[in-house]
């Protein structure tokens, strides 16, 4: 089974603290992604990665960074956070580049801006 | 511009019966479809996919139908479990897209 799994359930930071949620998947995939989710806006992609060291803007990239080191390995970064970016953050990932490809999605980080 | 969308927000069934859910999408040019179920405090499970050059694809228990003259996907339930309680998503996609999805905004099933 393909495992994605996030670094924490629940997380809880200050106005301007940088934040770093990282993701970890085992099954060699290509594409890592980072979602986040909110009350009637469904999920929506900030980036993605086809690769180790590339990265791409999603939707609504603007506020965060991405980091991908290793390939099982994809961080989103929050450099200044701020209380806009209360939300559920969702990673991804799949196993190439092909789009019928499926994304297997992590349970989540509930992150929380005070 | 591209939209997914679900037609109910809540939908309540009785344990046993069937259950449909249904998704309306705006791009022509999309040619993937998927649907996930997202349980409580949980990431989203993918449930089922359709390709846009199928009409119909059935899995254990589960149901997907494309309409593309309408832009419409539906996905059936059979015998609804409490287990099925959940939060469904369609997403889209299409070729050269790089793997990107489109999701809707979610129904949520509630089984009595």
């Known amino acids: 089974d393909v495992k994605v799994t996030q670094s924490s359930r629940y997380l809880v930071k200050r106005t301007g603290e940088k934040v770093f949620l990282e993701c970890v998947q085992d099954m060699d995939h290509e594409n890592m992604f980072w979602y986040r989710q909110d009350p009637g806006l469904g999920l929506r992609l900030i980036y993605f990665?086809?690769?180790?060291?590339?990265?791409e803007k999603g939707d609504i990239p603007e506020g965060y960074s991405v980091s991908r080191e290793k390939k099982e390995r994809f961080s989103l970064i929050l450099e200044s956070a701020s209380t806009n970016q209360t939300s559920m953050y969702l990673c991804a990932s799949s196993s190439t580049w092909t789009h019928t490809d499926t994304q297997y999605f992590g349970p989540g980080t509930r992150l929380t801006v005070l | 511009g591209e939209s997914v969308g679900l037609h109910l927000p809540t939908l309540s069934v009785q344990e046993g019966d069937n259950s449909i859910i249904n998704c309306a999408y705006s791009?022509?040019?999309?040619?993937?479809f998927i649907w996930y179920k997202q349980e409580s405090g949980k990431g989203p499970q993918f449930i089922i996919d359709i390709r846009s050059n199928m009409d119909k694809r059935q899995g254990q228990r589960v149901t997907v139908l494309l309409n593309k003259t309408v832009k419409h996907l539906s996905l059936q339930i059979a015998a609804t479990q409490p287990g099925d309680s959940a939060v469904y998503f369609c997403?889209?996609?299409?070729?050269?897209?790089?793997?990107?999805?489109?999701f809707g905004q979610g129904t949520t099933l509630q089984v009595k």
């Open positions: 990665s086809y690769d180790v060291k590339m990265k």
């Open positions: 791009n022509s040019a999309s040619d993937y």
């Open positions: 997403a889209e996609t299409l070729s050269g897209n790089t793997g990107k999805l489109i």
